[in-house]
């Protein structure tokens, strides 16, 4: 018996998040070390055994997270970890951050000071330049004024700099005017990095591969690869190609809770958006919003009954959904697949998104807290 309500549930598969870390290793240069990106609760798939598996399992030692609550919730998952907060953590908050030991994401001069300036302790830190992504960091015109602000920085009581990031805005696209963008990013961090190499200041990190870039441009001079998305087996882009297996590491499943046969006219689910044809058969299936499986999805999402796509009929209400089973030998207490394999057949979280239109991301990151989440740790 499963140690939970069999209503809606996501099945994560550890050995499939170790093979892709294999994967990501595979396709990083030598010189690149993972930092695993586990913001989010890990994209949605929870960040404890994520970051249990990835630390103790697989030798990870960089952790990207989005917050000081991540930060330090992953701390006490992996007390041995580098953690680096990508976004904003409030001043007030500094002590904090050295108490745990975790690396902050400094973004401009005025905010180093905050920080400093609100605790005695070191505040060990990376410096985020804003080459293109126009969201946060560090924004110059040259890498030599950019470099300038950052010797400042280095210089600074109470601030340890560790190293310098940026992130690419446009890398999962194949268009040639985008390429050229990522590589103009790219040339940016790089020739601030030499700049205040030649100033004599030599930081251990200088990074900037995200998981697009890791899958189209090979970069061996960033020290670390912030994977996130290909870490979970989903691609970046719809459009762009993995150079390698990865394995979506999440499926996400439900019950049938009722099956009954319709006649011509009979409607289905609020606002009577579906009208059925004589002698269907509709099953009733425990999912709906409220777990994230998305209401954009009515009358448009498909679900594996007994390797079968079977259409979703009318709207996805807040706990519940039908689907069209007709031909198909579907019975209340069937488990059904809404992101996963069933036979010869597979949904993907990608999938998924492109019917809605958006993308594989937001699908995970949107299953909601009361999906539980269990593990399998064997093949
Ligand atoms: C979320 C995030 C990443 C990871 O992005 P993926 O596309 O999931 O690999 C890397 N760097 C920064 C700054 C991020 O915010």
């Known amino acids: 018996m499963k140690p939970y309500l069999k209503r809606a549930w996501a099945e994560i ?34 960040d404890e055994r994520i970051c249990r598996c990835l630390a103790e399992e697989c030798g990870v030692k960089y952790f990207a997270v989005s917050n000081l609550d991540e930060a330090i919730a992953v701390r006490g998952f992996c007390p041995d970890a580098e953690i680096l907060i990508l976004g904003y953590t409030p001043p007030e908050y500094a002590h904090e951050i050295a108490q745990y030991n975790i690396i902050q994401g400094v973004v401009s001069t005025e905010y180093a000071q905050a ?32 470099c300038n602000e950052i010797a400042q920085l280095c210089g600074m009581d109470g601030l340890h700099v560790e190293g310098i990031y940026t992130h690419f805005a446009v890398a999962d696209s194949k268009n040639q ?37 890791i899958c189209s441009r090979n970069s061996g001079r960033s020290t670390l690869a912030r994977a996130g998305i290909i870490l979970y087996g989903l691609h970046p882009d719809i459009g762009l190609e993995i150079p390698g297996e990865l394995e979506p590491i999440m499926e996400l499943k439900a019950v049938i809770s009722h099956v009954k046969t319709v006649s011509e006219g009979d409607f289905i689910s609020y606002g009577r958006t579906f009208s059925a044809k004589e002698g269907m058969r509709i099953a009733t299936v425990t999912i709906g919003y409220a777990d994230g499986y998305s209401r954009l999805l009515s009358s448009k999402g498909e679900i ?76």
């Open 13 to 46: 598969s550890l050995s499939a998040l170790r093979k892709n870390v294999g994967t990501i290793r595979g396709l990083n240069a030598p010189s690149t070390e993972l930092m695993a990106v586990v913001k989010a609760d890990a994209y949605g798939h929870g």
């Open 115 to 146: 920080l400093t300036g609100s605790t005695d302790e070191t505040i060990r830190c990376h410096i985020k330049i804003d080459t293109g992504m126009g969201r946060i960091g560090l924004k110059h015109d040259t890498p030599e004024s950019c």
């Open 177 to 213: 005017d985008d390429i050229a963008y990522t590589e103009n990013q790219e040339k940016f961090i790089l020739d601030t990095y030499d700049c205040l190499v030649n100033s004599g200041i030599s930081l251990p990190h200088v990074h900037f591969m995200n998981s697009a870039a």
């Open 304 to 379: 594996l009954v007994h390797g079968k796509r079977c259409p979703i009929v009318g709207r996805v209400c807040m706990d519940q959904l039908m689907i069209d089973v007709t031909g198909v030998n579907a019975e209340a207490g069937d488990i059904v697949t809404l992101i996963g394999r069933d036979g010869n057949q597979r949904i993907t979280a990608d999938e998924l998104a492109s019917v809605y239109g958006t993308i594989g991301y937001e699908v995970v990151c949107g299953i909601s807290k009361r999906v539980p989440r269990t593990y399998s740790t064997e093949e």
